[in-house]
């Protein structure tokens, strides 16, 4: 779902020029902006709490120079945040995407390797992946397996992938079949790491919650797979916490940046051009996402971690009915880059399935 999406918002931008905020703006007009522009506070807010949190957690397990777990949480996030807004405000783009490619890749080997250590079968990882439960997917495990399709390879942040192909140069249409095979790599890896956290999840029994539960879940992995192992582990989930709120903090400027301009009218398209970095609009939201969110270290990181992905992974058919319009009309997209009627099939699929699990979700059936 999430590569059909993300390659509907790069065709529409090579094709047209414009980003997909300006799609909206200019099709729809600068109110529709205005609608989401409050959603985008609400969800940065929550995104932010939780990375910052997640982080927290992540490096209180790795250096447990706290008694309190909490107190850890609390001082290794403000830490991992001022660290972060740090390196965007220095580096710009070209840092944060060397430091991405160092972060993911410890992320990526470290949590493989150890599913790999703690593989239950070939035949039960199978069925877990083509035979689903679905009789059991109601109330609690429900919202989670929602939240676990929010947390791995973004939702609201694959918007921003438009602007990173600015930064990179990619401005024709030209560039699309370089785009689909940096999506499809991105994506497959994104899955394969998504299936070893299940993996790793169901196969280690752990009593912690909260600040203390990477502690509690790297210490039962010491059993199955070493010291060594459990190490390599913490080191992994650092790299996996800390390359998400980097993520965050470098991006979702860009769609505050990019909203405000269009939504109080200042232009209507920007063309090939990218947001300015230096610029008011991106440095102040950046500033505002990197503080405002530490209020979150004081709430409970389980909840926080389950609001940020739920809100994140319910936009997501909103996005996929726009595409369904703008990709949809060879007068605004072009004949050649048109929907094709099976991505238009998927893409209805994706409204359907959130659909289904927003009407099980309130009414219960």
């Not at 860009?254 to 440095?283: H, K, M, N």
């Not at 909103?318 to 099939?345: D, E, H, Y």
Request: glycine share 12%.
């Amino acid at each position: 779902m999430k590569f059909v999406v993300t390659e509907g918002l790069a065709r529409w931008q090579l094709a047209t020029g414009d980003s997909f905020l300006e799609g909206l703006a200019h099709h729809m007009g600068p109110g529709v902006l205005w609608v989401f522009l409050p959603y985008l506070y609400l969800w940065a807010f929550f995104a932010g709490s939780a990375q910052i949190s997640a982080c927290g957690v992540a490096l209180h397990a790795i250096f447990p120079i706290f008694d309190d777990a909490t107190h850890g949480k609390i001082f290794f996030g403000v830490l991992s945040s001022l660290v972060g807004l740090g390196l965007v405000l220095r580096g710009g783009y070209r840092l944060f995407e060397k430091i991405m490619r160092v972060c993911i890749s410890i992320m990526f080997v470290t949590v493989v390797m150890t599913a790999v250590a703690l593989w239950p079968g070939t035949g039960e990882v199978l069925r877990g992946l083509f035979v689903p439960n679905l009789a059991e997917l109601s109330g609690e495990s429900l919202t989670w397996t929602v939240a676990l399709i929010g947390g791995v390879g973004g939702t609201l942040t694959i918007l921003c992938y438009g602007y990173w192909m600015r930064e990179a140069g990619r401005t024709g249409s030209e560039d699309l079949w370089i785009c689909r095979v940096d999506l499809g790599v991105g994506y497959t890896m994104t899955a394969l790491f998504g299936v070893a956290m299940v993996i790793v999840g169901s196969n280690v029994q752990i009593e912690g919650a909260g600040a203390t539960l990477l502690v509690d879940l790297a210490e039962a992995l010491e059993g199955p797979i070493g010291p060594v192992g459990k190490w390599m582990f913490l080191i992994g989930a650092w790299g996996t916490v800390f390359s998400s709120l980097l993520g965050v903090w470098q991006a979702v400027p860009y769609l505050f940046a990019d909203c405000w301009e269009l939504a109080r009218g200042s232009r209507v398209t920007r063309q090939i051009d990218t947001v300015d970095t230096e610029g008011t609009p991106y440095r102040s939201h950046l500033v505002l996402l990197a503080i405002v969110p530490m209020i979150g270290l004081f709430a409970g990181f389980q909840q926080v971690q389950k609001i940020y992905t739920v809100s994140g992974a319910m936009f997501f058919p909103f996005i996929a009915l726009a595409l369904l319009l703008l990709n949809g009309r060879s007068a605004w997209i072009g004949k050649a880059f048109k929907n094709r009627p099976l991505t238009a099939v998927v893409l209805l699929g994706v409204v359907a399935f959130f659909s289904r699990i927003a009407v099980r979700t309130v009414w219960g059936v």
